[in-house]
T-cell receptor, first 114, second 114 residues
Framework: DQQVKQNSPSLSVQEGRISILNCDYT??????FLWYKKYPAEGPTFLIS?????DKNEDGRFTVFLNKSAKHLSLHIVPSQPGDSAVYFCAASVSSGSARQLTFGSGTQLTVLP | DGGITQSPKYLFRKEGQNVTLSCEQNLNHDAMYWYRQDPGQGLRLIYY???????QKGDIAEGYSVSREKKESFPLTVTSAQKNPTAFYLC?????????????FGQGTRLTVV
């Protein structure tokens, strides 16, 4: 049973346009959400996060939106650049316990076309 | 520079042999994790450790073993009991008990069993 789902395995966007990556979750106990970016044969790198007490967090070209009632979050990248082409994973965690176990989605391959 | 180091980057083993993957961090993080990534799937948690000399099973611990004798090191052994060991393995670490903190990942080890 996948608790974190990324239903779009791939997304192609023209350079300069907005990229919107989506993520749905089922566990209402999740209270912290993260987006990671991953290039082939490398480890994921942290991109941006959001706490469940917020509905939006912005960092430069990246904005994450959280809709708790819909159990949905999205990552907006604007403007998209060719260097943004990578696999994007959303992850969620619960604050109980001291080690933050992250539950990951299956990832979305973003391709930004020049 | 602070970070997480996984070695080797590529590893080949014959079926039936045990193999140990190395993970070292100098971030002074208490918590460490091992994930496995398969094509088209998200990262799945194998084992995690919150403190030295303590570790817990993740979602897919069968066929794996770990040790945490030092804070900096969290080696993963893939045993012959693991039915499908060929995968990309990722080690991560995070602040113990940290609220709203992200996990930092190593560069990964691609294990191929022939």
């Amino acid at each position: 049973d996948q608790q974190v789902k990324q239903n779009s395995p791939s997304l192609s966007v023209q350079e300069g346009r907005i990229s919107i990556l989506n993520c749905d979750y089922t566990n209402s106990m999740f209270d912290y959400f993260l987006w990671y970016k991953k290039y082939p044969a490398e480890g994921p790198t942290f991109l941006i996060s959001i706490s469940s007490i917020k509905d939006k967090n912005e960092d430069g070209r990246f904005t994450v939106f959280l809709n708790k009632s819909a159990k949905h979050l999205s990552l907006h990248i604007v403007p998209s650049q060719p260097g943004d082409s990578a696999v994007y994973f959303c992850a969620a965690s619960v604050s109980s316990g001291s080690a933050r176990q992250l539950t990951f989605g299956s990832g979305t391959q973003l391709t930004v076309l020049p | 520079d602070g970070g997480i180091t996984q070695s080797p980057k590529y590893l080949f083993r014959k079926e039936g042999q045990n193999v140990t993957l190395s993970c070292e961090q100098n971030l002074n993080h208490d918590a460490m994790y091992w994930y496995r990534q398969d094509p088209g799937q998200g990262l799945r948690l194998i084992y995690y450790s919150q403190i030295v000399n303590d570790f817990q099973k993740g979602d897919i611990a069968e066929g794996y073993s770990v040790s945490r004798e030092k804070k900096e090191s969290f080696p993963l052994t893939v045993t012959s009991a693991q039915k499908n060991p060929t995968a990309f393995y990722l080690c991560a670490s995070s602040i113990q008990g940290g609220a709203n903190t992200e996990a930092f990942f190593g560069q990964g080890t691609r294990l191929t069993v022939v």
